[in-house]
């Protein structure tokens, strides 16, 4: 069974970068599609980001592209979130997962193996 640790969260001013990271340990890394979801505060979760198991496709939320980037390194069994231009909208915690059904990429549903997550404030 996949164990993810996201890290990589903190505060930041409006404008500011951070990149998250997410650290797989057991399973073969490189036989899943990755995604990124955050929950803001007082809502439901959603998608950021995804990524397929070599890094050929990406997928972005329409609110983080141009801003977001996923990437992946499976010799560290790692994958990425490099965010930039921060806004204070992005607020929220922010989780990894598995993908465990491609059809569903933007859906929760479409995940298991969640982390436990990191936070990230962005401040006006």
């Known amino acids: 069974q996949v164990q993810l640790v996201e890290s990589g969260g903190g505060l930041v001013q409006a404008g500011g970068s951070l990149r998250l990271s997410c650290a797989a340990s057991r399973g073969t890394f490189s036989s899943y599609g990755m995604g990124w979801f955050r929950q803001p505060p007082g809502k439901e979760r959603e998608f950021v980001s995804a990524?397929?198991?070599?890094?050929?496709?990406?997928y972005y939320a329409d609110s983080v592209k141009g801003r977001f980037s996923i990437s992946r390194d499976n010799d560290k069994n790692t994958v990425y979130l490099q965010m930039n231009s921060l806004k204070p909208e992005d607020t929220a915690v922010y989780y990894c997962?598995?993908?465990?059904?491609?059809?569903?990429?933007?859906?929760?549903?479409?995940?298991?193996?969640w982390g436990q997550g990191t936070q990230v404030t962005v401040s006006s």
């Open positions: 997962a598995v993908v465990i059904r491609p059809a569903l990429v933007q859906d929760p549903s479409g995940y298991d193996y």
């Open positions: 990524i397929t198991r070599i890094g050929g496709n990406t």
